[in-house]
């Protein structure tokens, strides 16, 4: 019973580390993402290109290269005079992936509203800003729920990378057990993943119900 207590007890700690990546990676690539979903479908060529080019790169490689490349590159060039913690390496790649991947979705579901949305707006009066803001964006929000809600949820387990750059998160703690000859803090780990991504499916679920004012 100690011994189940020792592993929970630590396992917690871990998915704290977890939990943070998680949470701060949310906050700040959700807006980011937004941001930069206008640089994809800027009128500018040079910016549209820039921008694109840099999601491009961002989705094609692999987190775990980017979590290097973010913990170990910046000390190369600088010669030593320059790096970033662990944790702020890892926070700096999450959300720099995440906001490419968020970016897409929100290019996505704003191009996926009709034109005569934007028209209807401009009969009524409504300035460019007025229009995007009180009849695309609530439509927007209706279509990206769920690939949004499924990134979101890929998130959760993606923290567990960051153990690559030796930060101690559930996995490497679990990990560590093993080494001691205990395997089952393995699988035990995975409840704690499953309880965490099973909470936010029900968390979009009920965000997709209530968000039913819209049907086109």
């Known amino acids: 019973m100690n011994q189940f ?6 396992l917690l700690k871990g998915f704290g580390e977890n939990s943070f990546i998680f949470i701060i990676t949310l906050l700040a690539a959700l807006p980011l993402g937004f941001i930069v979903s206008f640089g994809s479908r800027s009128p500018f060529a040079p910016l549209k290109l820039l921008t694109k080019g840099l999601v491009w790169i961002i989705r094609g490689t692999p987190l775990m290269l980017q979590l290097f490349v973010v913990f170990y590159v910046p000390p190369l060039l ?27 979705i929100f290019r996505g579901g704003i191009e996926a509203i009709p ?14 800003s007025q229009i995007f803001f009180k009849i695309i964006l609530l439509q927007v929000i209706k279509r990206i729920t769920a690939p949004i809600g499924n990134e979101i949820i890929t998130l959760v387990k993606d923290t567990s990378l960051a153990s690559v750059i030796a930060i101690p998160e559930i996995l490497m703690n679990a990990k560590d057990f093993s080494m001691q000859g205990l395997i089952w803090p ?5 409840i704690f993943f499953l309880l965490f991504c099973g909470i936010l499916t029900l968390l979009f679920s009920y965000v997709e119900k209530r968000l039913n004012y819209y049907k086109g």
């Open 5 to 10: 207590a020792n592993v929970t007890q630590q």
């Open 78 to 104: 600088s010669g030593g005079a320059f790096n970033f913690s662990r944790i702020n390496a890892a926070l700096i790649a999450f959300i720099i992936n995440y906001a490419a991947y968020f970016s897409e």
């Open 115 to 128: 034109k005569g949305q934007y028209e209807a707006g401009q009969v009524l009066g409504l300035k460019r």
């Open 186 to 190: 393995l699988f035990y780990s995975a």
